[in-house]
């Protein structure tokens, strides 16, 4: 219980990433992430802790667990996302939770506020909410990071991913509407960009909710047998009945 409240608070504190605090109006785009393609999520998952997981932790889930259910070996999860230690200077056992080495006072110190915890922020935010954001970053001198985002203005957090997409601005166009265009490119074209963009948010769509899959399959099997009682329910009704009618 007290795991849940806590996940709660974090899911909250999602929503005041920057000192604004607020969403832009710009139309999201379609995520269209599948959580049951295995490949999309050991990327989105190698892509998040190589590019997410200095700041965001994910914290109510444990390494070995995430490994396991997305198909990655414990060795695996040890060589490649595990980056904290503990009071020896050891890597932490692979079965600690997710957590990240940035003291919390540095973070609020570096940042402004401290960046929150990413586990359950698909399912506050939702998909393509997150698709979008990632993919609306663009250059911004005045802000202290040197980046803003037309999903959430003023957010309080770098464009991690600059060095993969490269730099977007807003333009204006003859019509006074805004667009984003990419004036830098990256070491990704657009296409891979998006791509890589739609991995991460697979995966973060899995950890919000690692059970979907296996709660949707189970549905399925529940429906079938509900199905097959109600019709049983039917003619039992009719044969213990058909003496009164």
């Not at 056992?93 to 506020?113: C, H, K, Q, R, T």
């Not at 949707?216 to 009945?241: D, P, S």
Request: overall charge negative; charged content about 25%; glycine content about 8%.
């Amino acid at each position: 219980m007290k795991k849940l409240i806590a996940a709660t608070f974090v899911g909250l504190a999602a929503l005041f990433m920057g000192p604004a605090g607020t969403a832009g109006a710009s139309e999201l785009m379609s995520a269209n992430v599948d959580i049951s393609n295995q490949n999309a999520l050991q990327r989105g998952a190698r892509l998040f802790a190589d590019n997410c997981m200095g700041c965001h932790s994910t914290k109510y889930e444990r390494y070995n667990r995430v490994g396991k259910g997305i198909g990655l070996t414990e060795e695996h999860m040890e060589e490649h996302f595990i980056f904290v230690t503990d009071e020896e200077g050891e890597p932490v056992n692979v079965g600690s939770l997710m957590e990240i080495a940035m003291e919390e006072d540095y973070a609020e110190e570096a940042f402004g506020v401290a960046p929150p915890d990413l586990t359950l922020t698909a399912r506050i935010h939702g998909e393509d909410w997150l698709y979008t954001f990632l993919k609306s970053f663009y250059r911004d001198e005045s802000r202290p990071l040197g980046a803003n985002n037309t999903v959430f203005s003023n957010v309080g957090m770098p464009h991690a991913l600059w060095h993969k997409q490269g730099w977007q601005e807003l333009v204006e166009d003859d019509d006074g509407n805004e667009r984003l265009e990419l004036v830098e490119g990256g070491s990704m074209s657009p296409s891979e960009y998006d791509r890589a963009v739609r991995d991460i948010v697979t995966y973060l769509s899995y950890l919000g909710e690692p059970v979907k899959l296996e709660r949707q399959r189970i549905g399925v099997f529940v429906m079938i047998f509900l199905a097959f009682f109600t019709l049983l329910a039917y003619f039992l009704k009719k044969e213990y009945w058909k003496d009164v009618h």
